[in-house]
């Protein structure tokens, strides 16, 4: 198992980068008189998964880091609502909208993950602090 140094190190941030890399390509390709309106939607809420998974990472406290990884989870869910009207508008093929909501529910199952992974890990310390006690 490799050591986590840094939050580039998370397999869920490297995820979302991929996806921030991939919803820069597809925008590129919307309505120019969009680039205000659902295209800028679109972009910020991706950027923001891997930016809240950063941050969280560099969190001390663990309800700290829980709060920004649920951020991360509710941008993701954002962008599927974007992606899903910009979809049924015509601005994304099918396949391509198809492929990029399968890599949405793959994070999505990630960060659900880390999030419980966060908080038993919380849960875990005060336990044993309980019994230091």
């Given at each position: 198992?490799?050591?986590?140094?840094?939050?580039?190190?998370?397999?869920?941030?490297?995820?979302?980068?991929?996806?921030?890399?991939?919803?820069?390509?597809?925008?590129?390709?919307?309505?120019?008189?969009?680039?205000?309106?659902?295209?800028?939607?679109?972009?910020?809420?991706?950027?923001?998964?891997?930016?809240?998974?950063?941050?969280?990472?560099?969190?001390?406290?663990?309800?700290?880091?829980?709060?920004?990884?649920?951020?991360?989870?509710?941008?993701?869910?954002?962008?599927?609502?974007?992606?899903?009207?910009?979809?049924?508008?015509?601005?994304?093929?099918?396949?391509?909208?198809?492929?990029?909501?399968?890599?949405?529910k793959n994070l999505s199952l990630k960060l659900n993950r880390l999030?419980?992974?966060?908080?038993?890990?919380?849960?875990?310390?005060?336990?044993?602090?309980?019994?230091?006690?």
């Open positions: 198992m490799q050591k986590i140094k840094s939050f580039e190190d998370l397999e869920v941030w490297q995820y979302g980068k991929l996806l921030v890399v991939k919803i820069y390509k597809m925008t590129s390709h919307f309505p120019h008189d969009e680039v205000y309106g659902i295209t800028a939607q679109v972009k910020r809420a991706a950027l923001s998964i891997p930016a809240n998974i950063a941050e969280g990472f560099g969190r001390f406290h663990f309800l700290d880091k829980a709060k920004f990884y649920l951020n991360a989870r509710g941008s993701l869910y954002e962008l599927e609502s974007h992606l899903t009207i910009a979809n049924e508008l015509g601005f994304v093929k099918t396949e391509l909208y198809d492929s990029t909501t399968e890599l949405i999030i419980t992974a966060t908080r038993n890990l919380k849960k875990s310390m005060s336990k044993d602090t309980d019994d230091n006690d």
